[in-house]
């Protein structure tokens, strides 16, 4: 069974700090990487996707892959109460599915 | 660019009612779309997914179905709705292997 898990939080942090989520997952053959926020009562929204190991940077965001540890994880600088959500981490395996973690819960304190 | 639409936003049904719920995607042809179920405070459930027209593939076993009559178009179904049922449903398409998945805005189901 190909599992993605992340610690469901609630993951707190005050306005202005970083934020780290993390993700680990059960294939090693998994190519594709991904980041979802999804507010409450929304619908998921992609902000963040990574293929190598290494970090890819957008904005505030930071995606961070390790494939020999099976680790991805997604930094949030200068974290807003804006960012408060859902994140969820999601692997493409290679098939048709994508495998998707329960997500975190991050609340930023004004 | 492309858009995914689903509908209808909310939806209260009768226990034992019928169910047909429509996503439809503009700007890609031969997309894999797929099904999901939500409830609250979990993750997603997959409940279908598509590759191609007439091409559907179950993931749980349950009252519910799901048609591709055409290529960008997908239905989840059911002839008997269940308490259980009760979920936000969510549509996706992707473009491709390896792509991201992009979703609908959703229907919130509420079954009494």
Known sequence: QKEVEQNSGPLSVPEGAIASLNCTYSDRGSQSFFWYRQYSGKSPELIMFIYSNGDKEDGRFTAQLNKASQYVSLLIRDSQPSDSATYLCAVDTGGFKTIFGAGTRLFVKA | ?112
């Open chain 2, 1 to 112: 660019s492309q858009t995914i639409h689903q509908w209808p936003a909310t939806l209260v049904q009768p226990v034992g009612s019928p169910l047909s719920l429509e996503c439809t995607v503009e700007g890609t042809s031969n997309p894999n779309l797929y099904w999901y179920r939500q409830a609250a405070g979990r993750g997603l459930q997959l409940l279908f997914y598509s590759v191609g027209i007439g091409q559907i593939s179950s993931e749980v076993p349950q009252n519910l179905s799901a048609s591709r009559p055409q290529d960008r178009q997908f239905i989840l179904s059911s002839k008997k709705l269940l308490l259980s049922d009760s979920g936000f449903y969510l549509c996706a398409w992707r473009r491709e292997m390896g792509q991201p998945q992009h979703f609908g805005d959703g229907t919130r189901l509420s079954i009494l």
